[in-house]
C-alpha cells in the first residue's frame, strides 16, 4: 500500500522535478534500483554568489523552504578553529543560508551544536556567532533537556539516539558540514556532521559499538532536504580539530542526497568512496547512491 | 547596634561575600583576588614562601602599614569574618569573660605563619580571616560533596566558637588580629622612640619590650623550625609520588611489574596551571577562588590524593574521577591563575598556559577501544588541542600512543574516552614542566 502510494507519487511529481522526486523517496526501498543522484558542484570564491548558484540549478529556496516553515540547519562549529584554519563551516556560507531562509519567510531558523570545545570561544573563533549578528538564526548548544530520545527502526547497532527537539521538529533540515580529516572516521563529510548533533553519550557509544555502521545508521533515520558540503577550503591531517595542512578546492557541493554528495567530497581528498567505511553501509542500506558511476555531478562558475 | 559604623561593616561583608560568591559578571569575577589578597600574611607571606613577587604582593601592603598608626582599625571597622564573629558574640552576653585567661594564640600563629613562610614551606597559612570568609562562600559553586562543606566549615566554626566563648576568634585565635596587634605594638615604639609618648622610658615598659623580642624571636625560630621539618617531609612525599608518575606511554612493562598483588598506586593528583611545584600544598590557603574562577567546574577540594597536607588543595577532577565532568582545561582558558591570592598558583598568559604541563596522559591499551577491541576510535586525537596522540596502525586501525613532549594533561582526550571504564588518563606533574614544543593552538 505504501510503496503503490510512492510509486504514484513518483510518476506524478517527475515531470516536475527530477531532483524534487529523489528528495522524497524513502530510502530505504530496498527492491528498487538504487536512485540515481545528481550532485551540484559549484567554484568560485564568493561563498554566497556561489550558494545562490548552486541553489538556482536545484530549484531555487521555494523548493525547500516556504513562508512559515521552521528550519534548522547543521553546520559543522565544534572546534575553537578560525574559519581559514578549516575546522568549521565557513561563517559566510552559514550566514548566506541563513539569510537566504528569512527571505523565504522562514518562522524559526535554529542552529542546535554541540560543540566539542566550550561554546562561547567556539562560536566565537568559529566566526559564525559574529556572522550571525542581525539575522533571525540562534545558534546554541543544546542543553539536556533540549534533547529528546528517538528511535532509529533501520539501525542495525545505534538503535536509538539523542537528538536536538529543534532538529526532530523542524519542516526543513539542512546539513551544512566541512568537509575535512577525521581521525577516526577517516573524514568528515554530511553524514558524520550529525555527531555534532547528537548527546555526548550516544557519541561515546557509537565509538564503542562500530563508528561507520552507527554513522549509517543514524542516516537511515535523519533526512535533511539539502545538503550543503563546504569545501572552499579542506583540511587533509590532523583532523577533525587542526590545524592541519589545507588545500584550496574552492568549491560547494549541493545535494538531496547525503551519500551522493559524500561520495564526490571523498573524491577531493583522493579517496573512493566505498574505502569509506560510513559511505559504504549507507549505500548499502539504501540511504542513498555512493556509486559514483551513476551519480551525476553537474558543475557550475559563480 | 545600628550604628553608622555597622551599617558600613555590613556593607563590607555583602560586597566582599558577593566578590566571594562568584556570582558577579565573569570580567568582575578575577577581583576575588582583592579579598584573600588584602591579608599581608596570604599575600606578602606567600611572595615570601615562593620567592616571587607578583603584582598581588602590593595588595597586602595596606594592612601591613595601617596598624602600625591606626591600630586594629581594620578588624573592628573592616574586616567581613570580624564582624560575622562580633555579631555572633553578642548573642551570648553570659559569657564575656570567658576567654580572659587564654593567651592570645593569633600573635603566635602570626609568627609561625611567618617564620615557616620565610623557609619557604608555610604552615597553617588555611587559618587566615579572609581566607575562610572566601572558603565559606566557594562551598556554594561546587557541588555539594563533604569536602566543599568543609571548606565552608571554617566560617561556621568561628560563629560557634563566638557564640560559646564570645570574642575568641578576633581577641584571642586570629592570626591576622595577631600580626596587626605586634604591628600596633611596633608603631606604639617607633613613636616612643621618636619621645612623642610621655610615658617613653618606664622600667616597666622596658621590661615590655624585652618580653616582646624575646617573643618574636622564638615566635620565627620556632615557625622557622616547623617550616624546615615541614619541607623536608613534604619533599619525600613529592619526590615519592613523581617516582609513581609514569612518563607517557608505558603500558607493556609496568603491568607486568605489578602483578602480584601490589597496590596501584593512586594516580598523582593534577594541579591548576601555574601550581608551584613541591610546595605547592604548604602555599594554597584553600580559599577556594580558583575552583569559583574555573568556567567549567573542574576544579574540587582534593580529599587526600596528596596527603593529609593536601587536604582540601585545588585539583582538576577530569571525567575519570567526576562521571559527570565532560569539560576539561581548555587551552584559551586562564582564569584560576588569576585569582590566587598566595602564588600558589602563578598568573599565566594564555601562551603560556599553553606551554605548561599540568599532567601527561596515558592510555591503558586493556581498556582502548581501537587496541583492545580493533575499532575505529581514536576520540582522544581528536580532542588533543595539541597533538600530542600518536597513531599507530594495528589490526587495520589507528591506535593511540602519547607524546610525552607534547600532552599538557589538559584532559581533553580524558573527557570523551568512550571506552568504559575510560582508557586515557591523566596524572598531574608537580613541578609542572614547561615544554619547549610549540603549542599548535596559540593566537597569532
Redesign the interface.
Same mark, same amino acid.
Given at each position: 500500500m505504501d510503496a503503490v502510494k510512492r510509486r504514484s507519487f513518483l510518476k506524478t511529481s517527475a515531470s516536475a522535478a527530477a531532483v524534487g522526486a529523489l528528495q522524497t523517496t524513502p530510502l530505504g526501498a530496498q527492491e528498487s534500483a538504487a536512485p540515481a543522484a545528481t550532485v551540484i558542484v559549484v567554484h568560485g570564491t564568493d561563498i554566497p554568489k556561489m550558494l545562490a548558484a548552486g541553489i538556482a540549478k536545484l530549484g531555487g529556496w521555494s523548493a525547500f523552504i516556504k513562508s512559515g516553515m521552521k528550519v534548522a540547519i547543521k553546520p559543522n562549529v565544534a572546534w575553537?578553529s578560525k574559519p581559514e584554519q578549516g575546522g568549521n563551516t565557513h561563517p559566510d556560507l552559514v550566514r548566506a543560508c541563513v539569510l537566504a531562509a528569512e527571505a523565504q519567510g522562514a518562522a524559526k531558523i535554529t542552529l542546535p551544536e554541540n560543540t566539542?570545545? +566550550?561554546e562561547k570561544?567556539t562560536f566565537q573563533a568559529s566566526g559564525v556567532a559574529d556572522a550571525l549578528k542581525g539575522t533571525q538564526g540562534r545558534l546554541y548548544r543544546p542543553a539536556k533537556e533540549d534533547y529528546q530520545k528517538v528511535e532509529i527502526p533501520k539501525g542495525k547497532i545505534a538503535k536509538s539516539s539523542g537528538v536536538p527537539k529543534d532538529i526532530l521538529e523542524c519542516d526543513c533540515l539542512i546539513n551544512m558540514p566541512v568537509a575535512k580529516h577525521?581521525?577516526?572516521?577517516t573524514l568528515t563529510l554530511s553524514m558524520k556532521n550529525w555527531m555534532g548533533s547528537i548527546a555526548?553519550e550516544d557519541?561515546?557509544?557509537?565509538?564503542?559499538?562500530?563508528?561507520?555502521q552507527c554513522i549509517a545508521d543514524f542516516s537511515t533515520f535523519i533526512r535533511p532536504k539539502l545538503v550543503i558540503i563546504d569545501a572552499t577550503r579542506i583540511m587533509l591531517n590532523?583532523g +577533525?580539530?587542526g +590545524?592541519g595542512d589545507l588545500e584550496h578546492p574552492h568549491e560547494l557541493i549541493l545535494s538531496t542526497d547525503p551519500v551522493a554528495a559524500d561520495a564526490y567530497a571523498a573524491t577531493l581528498f583522493k579517496k573512493a568512496p566505498f574505502d569509506i567505511?560510513y559511505i559504504k553501509l549507507a549505500h548499502e542500506m539504501g540511504v542513498g547512491c555512493g556509486d559514483l558511476a551513476k551519480i551525476k555531478v553537474e558543475r557550475i562558475e559563480a | 547596634m545600628f550604628t553608622r559604623r555597622n551599617l558600613v561593616r555590613l556593607i563590607l561583608f555583602a560586597l566582599f561575600a558577593l566578590l566571594a560568591l562568584g556570582v558577579l559578571p565573569e570580567a568582575w569575577r578575577r577581583w576575588s583576588v582583592l579579598l584573600p589578597g588584602l591579608s599581608p600574611l596570604l599575600s606578602l607571606g606567600g611572595a615570601l614562601a615562593a620567592r616571587h613577587a607578583g603584582l598581588l604582593a602590593v595588595l597586602g601592603l595596606p594592612l601591613l602599614l595601617l596598624p602600625l598608626f591606626k591600630g586594629r582599625f581594620f578588624c573592628w571597622r573592616l574586616c567581613p569574618m570580624g564582624f560575622a564573629a562580633e555579631m555572633a558574640s553578642r548573642i551570648n552576653r553570659r559569657h564575656t569573660g570567658l576567654i580572659r585567661r587564654l593567651p592570645f594564640v593569633g600573635k603566635g600563629l602570626a609568627l609561625l605563619i611567618i617564620g615557616s613562610a620565610a623557609v619557604g614551606w608555610p604552615v597553617l597559612v588555611w587559618t587566615d580571616p579572609l581566607c575562610i570568609f572566601n572558603g565559606f562562600f566557594a562551598a556554594w559553586r561546587t557541588p555539594l560533596t563533604w569536602a566543599s562543606a568543609a571548606t565552608a566549615g571554617g566560617f561556621v566554626l568561628i560563629l560557634l566558637a563566638s557564640l560559646l566563648a564570645p570574642n575568641i576568634w578576633c581577641h584571642r585565635l586570629c592570626p591576622l588580629g595577631g600580626l596587626q596587634e605586634w604591628l600596633t605594638q611596633l608603631g606604639n615604639r617607633l613613636r616612643a622612640a621618636r619621645g612623642t609618648t610621655a610615658a617613653a622610658a618606664t622600667p616597666d615598659s622596658t621590661l615590655a619590650h624585652a618580653h616582646a623580642g624575646r617573643r618574636l624571636f622564638l615566635g620565627f625560630a620556632l615557625g622557622g623550625v616547623t617550616g624546615a621539618i615541614y619541607r623536608r617531609f613534604g619533599l619525600r612525599a613529592a619526590t615519592a609520588q613523581a617516582r609513581e608518575t609514569p612518563d607517557g606511554d608505558h603500558e607493556q612493562g609496568r603491568g607486568r611489574q605489578r602483578r602480584h598483588g601490589a597496590r596501584r598506586p593512586q594516580p598523582a593528583p593534577v594541579r591548576p596551571p601555574g601550581a608551584a611545584g613541591q610546595a605547592f600544598n604548604a602555599l594554597c590557603a584553600r580559599c577556594g577562588n580558583c575552583m569559583r574562577a574555573c568556567p567549567y567546574g573542574l576544579i574540587m577540594p582534593d580529599l587526600g590524593t596528596s596527603g593529609i597536607d593536601g587536604l582540601f588543595t585545588p585539583v582538576l577532577a577530569f571525567r575519570s574521577r567526576n562521571p559527570q565532568q565532560e569539560a576539561f582545561c581548555f587551552q584559551d582558558c586562564t582564569a584560576c591563575t588569576q585569582v590566587c591570592p598566595t602564588g600558589a598558583l602563578r598568573p599565566l598568559t594564555v601562551a603560556q598556559k599553553q606551554q605548561t604541563a599540568i599532567g601527561l596522559a596515558h592510555v591503558c591499551r586493556k581498556k582502548c577501544i581501537a587496541w583492545e577491541k580493533h575499532e575505529y576510535c581514536v576520540v582522544c586525537q581528536e580532542y588533543c588541542p595539541y597533538h600530542a596522540i600518536i597513531e599507530v596502525e594495528q589490526n587495520g586501525v589507528m591506535c593511540p600512543i602519547v607524546d610525552a613532549e607534547k600532552c599538557r594533561g589538559c584532559g581533553a582526550c580524558e573527557s570523551q574516552c568512550p571506552a568504559e571504564p575510560i582508557a586515557i588518563t591523566i596524572s598531574g606533574r608537580a613541578p609542572q614542566p614547561v615544554l619547549a614544543h610549540p603549542s599548535p593552538q596559540l593566537p597569532d
Open positions: 575553537n566539542c570545545h +566550550p570561544s577525521h581521525s577516526g572516521a555526548n557519541r561515546r557509544a557509537w565509538h564503542r559499538d562500530g563508528l561507520h590532523k +577533525p580539530q +590545524p567505511g | -
